[in-house]
Every structure is written in structure tokens, then in C-alpha cells.
Nanobody, 119 residues
Framework: QRRLVESGGGSVQAGGSLRLSCAAPGTILSVFTGNTLHWYRQAPGKERELVASMFYGGRTHYADFVKGRFTISKDNTKKTVYLQLNSLTPEDTGIYYC??????????WGQGTQVTVAS
């Protein structure tokens, strides 16, 4: 069973919105709530970069290039983390990956979901 299941990517026009989801169906709830949750992205020909993070206790962090446009959130009852993407630009095109960094120091990655923004 895949440990993280991503969904929600797609193709939109510039200025549009998408909501990405990353579910962890096989993760014990107490483990999920203790994990640090990240969203990364990788544009064609570029390195993977950190987009947003949510730490234990709910504190969030955003890369400067998405501040005010993207929002990370989670639903513990669904063991799912979300990334709301608003005011998208072509520069936001790429594969978006969710990541769980566990309290034991392990990293778990989703399979990635493609976001394409047309100008």
C-alpha cells in the first residue's frame, strides 16, 4: 500500500487555483499528528525546492515565492495535508510532492502530482 497518496493536480490558466491533497491512509493518527509536513515542487530542469511546511503544533512556513498565494493545512481526522494554490503563474508549473518528516527522522514521499499553469 502506498504510504502517501497525492491528488488534485491539473492544468489551469494563469490566475487560477488548485487544491492539492496528500492522504496517509496507513499512518497511525498519533504518528500523523507528530510528523512535520512539507510540500516541495520540482520544475522541469530545476532542483526540487521547498514550498511550504507545517510543524507540530500548527506553525507554518512558506517560501518567499509563494507567500500570500499558497496555504498549507491539514485535517487530522482524514490524515490528510492540503496545499491551496491561488493566483497561479506559469512559474508555478512543476511536479508537487508531499513529504512527511517523522519524529524518528525518516522521510516519506508522495508520488508527486503535476501542476501546469498556462499563460
Amino acid at each position: 500500500q502506498r504510504r502517501l497518496v497525492e491528488s488534485g493536480g491539473g492544468s489551469v490558466q494563469a490566475g487560477g487555483s488548485l487544491r492539492l491533497s496528500c492522504a496517509a491512509p496507513g499512518t497511525i493518527l498519533s504518528v500523523f499528528t507528530g510528523n512535520t509536513l512539507h510540500w516541495y515542487r520540482q520544475a522541469p530542469g530545476k532542483e526540487r525546492e521547498l514550498v511550504a511546511s507545517m510543524f507540530y503544533g500548527g506553525r507554518t512556513h512558506y517560501a518567499d515565492f509563494v507567500k500570500g498565494r499558497f496555504t498549507i493545512s491539514k485535517d487530522n481526522t482524514k490524515k490528510t495535508v492540503y496545499l491551496q494554490l491561488n493566483s497561479l503563474t506559469p512559474e508555478d508549473t512543476g511536479i508537487y510532492y508531499c513529504n512527511h518528516h517523522t519524529q524518528s527522522g525518516n522521510d516519506i514521499w508522495g508520488q508527486g502530482t503535476q501542476v501546469t499553469v498556462a499563460s
